[in-house]
């Protein structure tokens, strides 16, 4: 393959699109600060555009990071979990858990994931699983972690102590990309929400880090982690990276 | 909304949330509906959406007359029983059907071909909305244009209707021999394979880096048994859209779901099998167990057999 330098720009802006980026100073930093441009697609396609502050991470114990892959965003969490230096290891049987240090469940439609669980024993394997072992769960996978459902209510693994409220910011239309300060250092965290669910409650255990006006969005209780959004689908790898800072420390304590 | 004239909302217009929801639907299958039932069984099943439409491609192919979008009362309705994304197919060209559908709160817009073209010359400018459009492809160029004119996910046209996977097979093989072809070009030689696809200079570039589509590239027309949705996520498409191959019986009549309870289970079985092998396309033990599970499949209509002026992935450019 003939490939050189020029071919690492990511972002080649198309002539053929019409919107001018300097029209759009207002509220929303990320989707208006870009011209129209192929920065998600190339970021979709290569992962190469994640800058990880971890380089000394990748010198630390290896880790194996279970994905989830019934179906949905699986694939993108994958990416982002390699290019932090950890393994990643797709989930579509029980017996795929074994072996790995930590499991993401991501977006999708919990429905669809549901029906999987509801052979093999899954459900029971995947909720001894959750209870023990640190997962992080992104929009579908919050639903999936979570204590109570509404919205309509459906059946859960039980383990976060939460509410959470299915497709509670409206539908696709009302999809949007927020950025706001957290509890993680390092400036505003990048939220891409896609028909999101809303955390409505939180138990005493539950701590939060990043909000969305009053709602919890991004928060965690002990070994679980949880995103009503969609840090896989952004340019910014520190929610990622606490869920591997959790996965070590837990590995640690396990000897 | 669908306003041409002023910038929009690019907050919500954004290329990024767009295929991001398309990201949520990897995976999985997308099943043709026509009423509430059919769409409660295809969400009890494991669909990860919903297309709402009036006649299926197999009754349109049967039927004849100009196919249009949906009647809106049957959209909303559909809506209202899922909790899964809905879609609804625009005719091509036909930005005031898409407008409608985007303000129905319809999550993606199928451009769809299986519908009779409103314009024989332009498709629909996709970027003029904020709700992602999935269009059919049979080859690279056409996959390019379409994501040009701002298409956030690419199907293969395959032929609708006809319960054969023949041609989806044909345009999955050849969007990924044109697009590994690109890979191995030197610099100098992309301008030309642009000009060859027809299609933007800056998108060969992106493909020749990446060995794929910068949109996710699905799978579409005449899948209809769980082998064949195994068959073309083997092949690379990253999820599969099931039309006519769950709730047809004949040819031009469908399963009766809302009265005959045995035809009901018929379609369950279908539906749930389908999902199932497209998971785990990979475990032909599991597709094997799924395929078992699934009484009568979907008469069909080999493509070979059909004239030319029939077929429906010509239409669209």
């Known amino acids: ?255 | 909304m669908a306003d041409h004239t002023s910038n929009g909302n690019l907050a919500s217009s954004s290329l990024r949330l767009k295929t991001g929801l398309a990201e949520m639907l990897k995976g999985g299958v997308i099943m043709d509906v026509m009423n509430v039932e059919q769409a409660r069984i295809a969400e009890e099943a494991g669909a990860t959406s919903v297309m709402a439409l009036e006649r299926v491609p197999a009754m349109i192919r049967a039927e004849g007359g100009v196919a249009r979008m949906a009647n809106p009362k049957l959209i909303k309705e559909i809506i209202e029983a899922v909790s899964v994304p809905v879609m609804a197919k625009a005719r091509i060209g036909h930005f005031a059907e898409a407008q409608v559908l985007q303000e129905l709160g319809v999550d993606f817009i199928d451009e769809s071909e299986v519908l009779t073209p409103a314009d024989e010359v332009y498709h629909i400018d996709k970027h003029a909305f904020s709700t992602p459009f999935v269009c059919g492809a049979r080859n690279l160029g056409e996959a390019c244009r379409r994501i040009a004119e701002g298409a956030a996910m690419i199907r293969t046209k395959g032929e609708a209707g006809t319960g054969d996977v023949v041609h989806a097979v044909q345009h999955m093989r050849q969007i990924a021999r044109e697009m590994k072809a690109l890979t191995v070009l030197d610099e100098s030689e992309l301008y030309n394979a642009a000009k060859v696809h027809q299609a933007p200079y800056e998108l060969i570039r992106i493909i020749a880096k990446t060995g794929k589509l910068p949109v996710p590239n699905f799978s579409a027309g005449g899948i209809a048994t769980p082998a064949d949705a195994a068959l073309m996520m083997q092949l690379g498409a990253e999820a599969v859209f099931v039309g006519s191959g769950i709730f047809m019986k004949e040819r031009a009549t469908p399963l009766d779901v809302e009265n005959d309870p045995k035809e009901r289970a018929e379609a369950v079985s279908r539906a749930k099998a389908i999902v199932i092998a497209t998971t785990h396309y990979n475990d032909p033990k599991i597709v094997a167990e799924a395929s078992e599970q699934v009484t009568g499949t979907m008469k069909g209509l080999a493509a070979a057999a059909l004239e030319e002026s029939q077929l429906l992935q010509t239409r669209g450019w």
Not at chain 1, 110 to 118: A, G
Not at chain 1, 146 to 156: C, F, G, L, R, Y
Request: glycine share 8%; hydrophobic share 35%.
């Open chain 1, 1 to 255: 393959m003939l490939r050189n330098d020029k071919f690492q720009a990511q972002t080649g802006t198309l002539y053929w699109i019409k919107e001018s980026p300097s029209r759009h100073n207002t509220t929303n930093a990320e989707a208006h600060g870009e011209p129209v441009s192929f920065e998600g697609f190339a970021r979709r396609s290569t992962g190469e555009t994640l800058t990880a502050s971890t380089t000394e991470t990748t010198e630390q114990t290896p880790l194996t990071i279970g994905v989830l892959a019934l179906q949905g965003a699986y694939a993108a969490h994958a990416e982002t979990i390699r290019s932090l230096g950890a393994t990643p290891k797709l989930v579509r049987l029980p017996s795929d858990l074994e072996g790995i240090d930590g499991l993401i469940m991501p977006g999708g439609e919990s429905t669809t994931m549901l029906r999987f669980l509801e052979h093999r024993n899954f459900f029971e394997i995947l909720k001894d699983f959750v209870h023990t072992t640190p997962t992080f769960g992104t929009c579908a996978g919050v639903i999936l972690l979570a204590k109570d459902v509404t919205n309509p209510a459906q059946k859960s693994l039980g383990a976060l102590d939460i509410t959470v409220e299915r497709n509670s910011y409206g539908r696709q239309i009302d999809s949007t990309i927020l950025q706001a300060e957290s509890k993680i250092p390092g400036g505003p965290l990048e939220m891409v929400f896609i028909r999101a669910p809303r955390i409505t409650r939180t138990g005493a255990e539950v701590e939060t880090i990043a909000t969305r006006a009053e709602d919890p969005v991004l928060v965690r209780e002990g070994h679980l982690l949880a995103a009503t959004f969609h840090p896989e689908l952004g340019h910014d790898p520190r929610v990622h990276q606490l869920f591997l800072d959790m996965v070590r420390e837990d590995k640690k304590k396990r000897g």
